[in-house]
Every structure is written in structure tokens, then in C-alpha cells.
């Protein structure tokens, strides 16, 4: 890309929006587990990409439905949460699937003018053999597959095999490594290019140090995910993981009415605590 179309590509705010809570130990996430057993929650987010044109979610998560069977606590619902954004669910005209996890893929039922954008090889996976497996289909949703797969008799899905451009300033990254098609967000933003890991590290310090999270289709890809993660951003703060708590105290709030909305288009605060 030269100069001249890297100026034309289009700028996103990024907006995290966190929906749901569970507590976990240190031990829960890390391949092997971890020495020390201290607490180490997990906080789940979607992501709403907007510019002054588009409208574009990143995930959709789960209903309450979902948060009873697998005991999450449901903060709110991750779809009505954007109205504090002032977008509607019929404002939302494309939604990039990262992967269909359960707490990733809910709630497509509630956007209809969305198409949904899915890897190949996540579709594959997420309907093939490997689901014959229980410690494999675990963290998938069969309702969430099943809608998904409706969407797609509808023409409402856009495979992607690899790496794809799918909008001026919006690239998708074929990670794999968490599950077979996992894909990550490369974002040009006002700070430069933000990417949202989703699952491919889902906490800093899976990334940051390479230590694998358990729910795994492939290790290799995993830690070669994190270099490409890397590689695809302008800096180590310009990578958002998909469920570490500290992102909402490393960026502002929306407002001090809306502090589970973290806004990634703004440059870190300055004082960030370690002990989160």
C-alpha cells in the first residue's frame, strides 16, 4: 500500500464493551496450569468498530440463556448494550465472527440487517468430525452453530479463507491456534493500527509471555499467533486481548456512567495497575 491509499483508508473509533464476568484461578489459564493459585478473573467483551460511515461489530456474545447453563454472571446483554454507543442492532450492518465459541457467537438472532463474517475453516471445524469429541465441542454453542448456519441458507454469511481486507481500514488475520479458524482485527484508528486478538491470547500475560491458554486446537499456531500479532500491530499497546479484566483499567470509560465500556481508539491512561 502506498502512501497516498494509506491516507485514504478509513479511521474506526474501537469500543469494548464488557457483558459478562466470571472468577477464575491463574491455574484455569495457563496450558499446564500455573504455581501460584491466585485469582485471575476473565471479563467478556464484544467490539464495536464505528466510523463516520459503518457500523461493524466484533462478536456478538451470549444470551442469559447461556449465562444460567454455564454459570457466567450476565452483566447485560451485549446487543442492547449498544444503544449507550447510540447504535441500534439495525444499525449494524456487518459482524466479523472471530470464532464460534459460545461467548462469541450468541444473539445472531438479534441483528437483521447484519451479514456475518466467518472463516472457512472455523465453519469446517465447528460442523466437522472433530465435534464428535466432547472435549472439543465443549465451548461451542450446537444453537449458536445451528443459527449460524441458517444465516448462511439466507445468504447472510461471507466466508473468508485467510486473510482478508474486508472494509477500507478493517483487515481480518487468520490466527487459528485457540480453534481452527480463529481470526483477529487489524484496525487503522486516530493511534495507528489497533488489533483485537479476540481468543488468539486471552489475557496479556498469555501473549506477553508465551504461555498458552488450555482450550487449544493447535499450540504451534497459538504461539506463532502471538508474532503475528505483533507483527500486524503499530505497538504491544496496540494489541487488545479478548477477555483480561485490565483493559478496562489500561483504557478510558466511555463516561463515568459506562466504565464497562472501554474506549481502544484513545491512548492508554498513564497509570495502569499491575495487580488486576
Not at 441483528?111 to 463474517?117: K, T
Not at 504451534?220 to 486481548?241: C, K
Request: hydrophobic share 40%.
Amino acid at each position: 500500500m502506498n502512501a497516498a491509499q494509506d491516507d485514504e483508508r478509513e479511521i474506526y473509533e474501537i469500543y469494548a464493551v464488557r457483558y459478562a464476568h466470571m472468577p477464575r484461578l491463574r491455574r484455569d489459564n495457563f496450558l499446564g496450569g500455573d504455581p501460584h493459585d491466585a485469582p485471575m478473573p476473565m471479563d467478556f467483551f464484544v467490539w464495536l468498530l464505528r466510523s463516520s460511515t459503518r457500523r461493524i461489530l466484533v462478536d456478538t456474545g451470549f444470551n442469559a440463556k447461556t449465562a444460567r447453563a454455564r454459570q457466567r454472571d450476565l452483566l447485560r446483554c451485549p446487543i442492547e448494550a449498544l444503544a449507550a454507543l447510540d447504535v441500534q442492532p439495525g444499525d449494524i450492518t456487518d459482524v466479523i465472527l472471530t470464532h464460534l465459541h459460545y461467548d462469541h457467537a450468541g444473539n445472531l438472532d438479534k441483528l437483521p440487517n447484519a451479514r456475518f463474517h466467518i472463516q472457512d475453516s472455523e465453519v469446517d471445524y465447528a460442523t466437522g468430525r472433530c465435534m464428535c469429541h466432547e472435549t472439543m465441542r465443549h465451548a461451542y454453542s450446537v444453537d449458536d452453530v445451528v443459527e449460524l448456519i441458517r444465516k448462511v441458507y439466507d445468504d447472510r454469511v461471507v466466508f473468508h479463507d485467510g486473510d482478508s481486507q474486508l472494509a477500507s481500514g478493517i483487515r481480518l488475520l487468520r490466527i487459528g491456534g485457540h480453534t481452527k479458524g480463529l481470526q483477529s482485527v487489524q484496525v487503522q484508528t486516530g493511534r495507528g493500527m489497533v488489533v483485537l486478538a479476540s481468543d488468539a491470547s486471552h489475557y496479556y500475560e498469555n501473549m506477553e509471555r508465551g504461555r498458552p491458554f488450555p482450550i487449544v486446537f493447535s499450540v504451534a499456531e497459538m504461539l506463532q499467533g502471538y508474532t503475528r500479532l505483533a507483527m500486524a500491530a503499530d505497538s504491544a499497546e496496540h494489541i487488545v486481548p479478548g477477555h483480561d479484566p485490565r483493559v478496562l483499567a489500561i483504557y478510558p470509560p466511555l463516561s463515568a456512567s459506562e466504565p464497562d465500556i472501554a474506549q481502544l481508539h484513545l491512548p492508554p491512561l498513564a497509570s495502569v495497575p499491575e495487580d488486576l
